[in-house]
């Protein structure tokens, strides 16, 4: 965002970060929680190792979502863990715009996420696709995103 | 905290989040200054393995403080450790209300705590008289953790 | 600082954290990133080991930059790694005073760090010196820095 | 296994550990070749962050394996990831034998497992049929695995 | 050791290392697992952070113990935590020769470690009794440490 | 290797993988030390962060070296660390066999390592050489990669 769109950013681009340490939760249920926070909406979720009082290893909790599912995410996070407490602050987002184009190649179908920010641009090929691509033909990661770009390139889509 | 409390709350629950990175700490320093802080009245203390510039494998060191004892844990991280610099950030913090019985079992006695957040209620049993009885009973945590559990919903406790 | 400077404080010792989950980059590039990000200015950089959702294990990639280079670190972030988006949080920073003092020993030339901090001081010598004589002497660090920290004592500097 | 079958056990119960470090490889990546090498039959697959040279961010990949699948999962690696090296050694692997029990319950039907070793017993219940129920139910993993062995244990199952 | 030596060393310095991964403890369980291992005899007990399958935030439980003691401690983690499998090899094990004298200083008694390998020497101050003269004055780790190698230099201990 | 071919392996191509966990060096001295194994021969160092007694936030060194610098190593580790013992184990090495081509692109010219196991083959650019591109350039390190491979392909190098 430019300086002058700074204040407009401020009150709009904001996002919550909430965490909670926790050494009483098995990896099992931390795996679970992770993905019942993205159903249920979070903007991102995952954990860090860390290691708390009496040498305990543990892990920390973090979800990102926006404010107004705070309570929401409370309630998550106190019902599905044996957390009995978190804190969390809120944070300014800075983004790149997207736009997702479905692009014909030879491997097949993929999408693409074009990405620009105040004139920078850049493109990535949708992993999941990739994945599938690979899964289908044997062929490595690398190859087959080389490929894919490659020609989108010569075709100047 | 319900909506409607919101406002209260975001002058009354307040916790200070500090952090300093360390590359020239060793682990046995960082583990005595975790149970200092402790006893000094820090509400946690952890640290979390980071990598830093020149490729040090190193930790940072975090702290929850009431915003009262910002003053006394910046001289104790300080005169503690070799840090030179920190920072910190005032966070939001919830937590459940805890109220602590104590409940005699065929194991003997144990604290349970009861757990509440706006109509959301859970229990647990003091991890340290588990540890306790298992030292003297030689039997598992998983063991005598269900059967306290058992013996107190029969109770009705 | 005392209480009575604090709100100065609040105004003046500023820092930035900006922080990108990256599942997308490989540590080549991430230790490329630190590397120019403390080139372009970042107070500092480093990465925390995490796990992402889908079980991705991946790093955090954090800078500590000045408010004025918040333009730059989210372009420098975007263009130098495949981050689509970040979060950033202004937090209060709490320094040393710092001197440095070029000191003569009988291992040649130290740089010295005297730190003060509200009444609390102590010295640290330059890593990078203890490295540079470690590595010409083939003595070991502890043993460098035990031996000009006497010289230093005695000399009374 | 008793000392007397010590001989026996050398040579039956073995176990292949293959490591790679990669700095080279995406988070993405990692978590895909993961899941394909528990669906090609490694007895277990993880990754372990670790800091390589010049600085660099890493993980480990590492894989357990019977003996005879050796040149099958060497291949694997070299051909789903950008290794280009790796090492392995046998190692002896003590395991607990088990045997799954299908118990019906008011919550459903769950697997229990009875694991023994040289007269130790323990049971446990299946974590995918807990998640399974708890999504179901609503009700959390805890809450579920306590009424479940509860369960069992009353019926002396 | 020596070349020539080799072949006793191979029989003599060994010790076994034992690892389970565990997605099933909770880090509380851990920290007192360890603990106990070391009570036990173990010579040393930790853990390392992992990524299992099915993205599971986890640990890798290690211990390292002499060959005489498998079987106790392969009983010992069955019993004291989830595991149900675990892996082990015998490593070859270099250590310096260590002699502990207990020396006078002003700042009270501290036990030194003189350590030498092969005409290599070098010395240690017991760790805990710098905490303990640390945790008495008030003076930092480094502060006492220091004094006490110099002290001990000066009197040619 | 092919299965016949498994005897010879098992005798030639060995690595030492070589350990210590430190609690008592700091992260400055961790970097020194890896730099220092590879400048010494060691084919590769790295840290991994551990948790040790008494709840020591810590980090395990390993090396991997051939057998014969065994000696050279062991003495290495205890006179550049505070290491007081090591463990060691020898490893199976699998590598694929490298050969690299310099080829000239409209980019400069790049280092192309051209990897082969078993029938299996495939192509890397030299990291170095995209990072110094990079830097001349202001180019990501993936559009370089990309348009490399691309003219490498298009002219059938
Ligand atoms: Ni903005
Ligand atoms: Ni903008
Ligand atoms: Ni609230
Ligand atoms: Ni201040
Ligand atoms: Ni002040
Ligand atoms: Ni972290
Ligand atoms: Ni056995
Ligand atoms: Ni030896
Ligand atoms: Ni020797
Ligand atoms: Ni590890
Ligand atoms: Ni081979
Ligand atoms: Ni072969």
Redesign the interface.
């Known amino acids: 965002?430019?300086?002058s769109q700074q204040q407009v950013d401020e009150t709009n681009d904001r996002?919550l970060?909430m965490e909670t340490?926790?050494?009483?939760?098995?990896?099992?249920?931390?795996?679970?929680t992770?993905?019942r926070a993205?159903e249920l909406g979070a903007k991102?979720?995952?954990?860090?190792?860390?290691?708390?009082?009496?040498?305990?290893?543990?892990?920390?909790l973090?979800l990102?979502t926006v404010a107004e599912q705070q309570?929401t995410f409370?309630?998550f996070l106190?019902?599905?863990t044996?957390a009995?407490?978190?804190?969390?602050?809120s944070?300014?987002?800075?983004?790149?715009e997207?736009r997702i184009e479905q692009v014909q190649t030879s491997y097949g179908k993929f999408g693409i996420?074009r990405?620009s920010?105040?004139g920078?641009n850049?493109s990535?090929v949708e992993?999941d696709d990739i994945?599938k691509c690979?899964q289908k033909t044997g062929k490595?990661?690398?190859e087959i995103k080389?490929a894919v770009?490659?020609e989108i390139e010569n075709k100047g889509v």
């Open positions: 965002s430019k300086l996002v970060l340490n926790l050494d009483d939760a098995t990896g099992q249920q931390l795996s679970i992770i993905k993205l991102d979720a995952w954990a860090e190792p860390i290691i708390m009082k009496k040498g305990r290893p543990a892990y920390k973090c990102l309570e409370v309630k106190f019902s599905d044996p009995i407490g978190l804190r969390m602050k944070m300014h987002r800075e983004i790149m997207r996420k990405l920010y105040c920078l850049k990535s992993y994945e690979s490595s990661f690398e080389l770009l490659q």
